[in-house]
């Protein structure tokens, strides 16, 4: 059973190319979409909101996620994400249901 996770970011004016170069760079996207139990990673933009990103993953399991996120805790990119945003981001857990 694959675990999916959506992350919404709301950036202070001017603050969301600055996000989408981390992503793009060397410690970005490219490491997360490396990591163990990475199944997908993409990122999209609110057609409504200029500061709105969301980042939508599927993974192997919410253990592999919670591994990815200690790593990125632990090398200082949370720190440096959250003086980026208007309001704290918020990540939704999801688990697949069959109907």
Known sequence: MSHTVCATFKFKDGQ??????????????????????CVSTNVFESSEDTN???VWGKWN????????????KSTGLFDQVMDMLSEPFEVLHLDSVSV
Not at 16 to 37: A, M, Y
Not at 61 to 72: I, T, V
Request: cysteine-free; overall charge negative.
């Open 16 to 37: 969301k190319q600055n996000f989408l170069d981390i992503l793009s760079g060397p410690d970005g996207l490219q490491v997360t979409r490396g990591w163990e139990g």
């Open 52 to 54: 709105l990103l969301v």
């Open 61 to 72: 399991s919410q253990a592999n996620h919670d591994s990815y996120l200690e790593m990125r």
